[in-house]
T-cell receptor, first 115, second 114 residues
Framework: KAGVTQTPRYLIKTRGQQVTLSCSPI?????VSWYQQTPGQGLQFLFE???????NKGNFPGRFSGRQFSNSRSEMNVSTLELGDSALYLC??????????????FGSGTQLSVL | AQSVSQHNHHVILSEAASLELGCNYS??????LFWYVQYPGQHLQLLLK??????LVKGIKGFEAEFIKSKFSFNLRKPSVQWSDTAEYFC????????????FGTGTRLTVIP
């Protein structure tokens, strides 16, 4: 079974631009979560989608948005990029939107650098 | 709001030494607790988890963790580390049933010297 696939692997953007990151979950997984990983802050939860609906949202500004398609693939968009948005963006999938007895399967991430 | 503290940022051990990584969380209600590991060049993967029952949980590769509710702690242990255990270890807590939003600690980097 293929794992969680994130594209692209690396991105370089300049301040003010916008970016879209893509995540394909493991086949059959309906929940997709996004996390931002930085050396100083660790992993911080961005949002979670289940069956095309955003179920939970972390404490990030509105410039960060996402969506999920009917095939469970998800995209994350960041508008008006700031230098502080430079980070590794991780996507994780799980079969159900219920933490009990379920674990998250993480992708390798998209490394975003904002210049 | 939930938060997770990992007090050790970088731990360096020799092979065969014993390991204990600290993890404390702040939340007054029922929690689910996790340890994830990120080996160099690899993605995050689950090491072990606690949802309920026996507070001593065993995970992969000889790791175990003990949930002490009175101390709000979930420390990770391994009796004898190997060079292949070199990785970054993240403690995480989920305090809302029906949601997959984990609160992670900032991670502890473990370096095992052969």
């Amino acid at each position: 079974k293929a794992g969680v696939t994130q594209t692209p692997r690396y991105l370089i953007k300049t301040r003010g631009q916008q970016v879209t990151l893509s995540c394909s979950p493991i086949s059959g997984h309906r929940s997709v979560s996004w996390y931002q990983q930085t050396p100083g802050q660790g992993l911080q939860f961005l949002f979670e989608y289940f069956s095309e609906t955003q179920r939970n949202k972390g404490n990030f500004p509105g410039r960060f948005s996402g969506r999920q398609f009917s095939n469970s693939r998800s995209e994350m968009n960041v508008s008006t990029l700031e230098l502080g948005d430079s980070a590794l963006y991780l996507c994780a999938s799980s079969p159900l939107s219920r933490p009990n007895n379920e674990k998250l399967f993480f992708g390798s991430g998209t490394q975003l650098s904002v210049l | 709001a939930q938060s997770v503290s990992q007090h050790n940022h970088h731990v360096i051990l020799s092979e065969a030494a014993s390991l204990e990584l600290g993890c404390n969380y702040s939340y007054g209600g029922t929690v689910n607790l996790f340890w994830y590991v990120q080996y160099p060049g690899q993605h995050l993967q689950l090491l072990l988890k606690y949802f309920s029952g026996d507070p001593l949980v065993k995970g992969i590769k000889g790791f175990e963790a003990e949930f002490i509710k009175s101390k709000f702690s979930f420390n990770l242990r391994k009796p004898s580390v190997q060079w292949s255990d070199t990785a970054e270890y993240f403690c995480a807590v989920n305090a809302e049933t029906g949601a997959n939003n984990l609160f992670f600690g900032t991670g502890t980097r473990l370096t095992v010297i052969p």
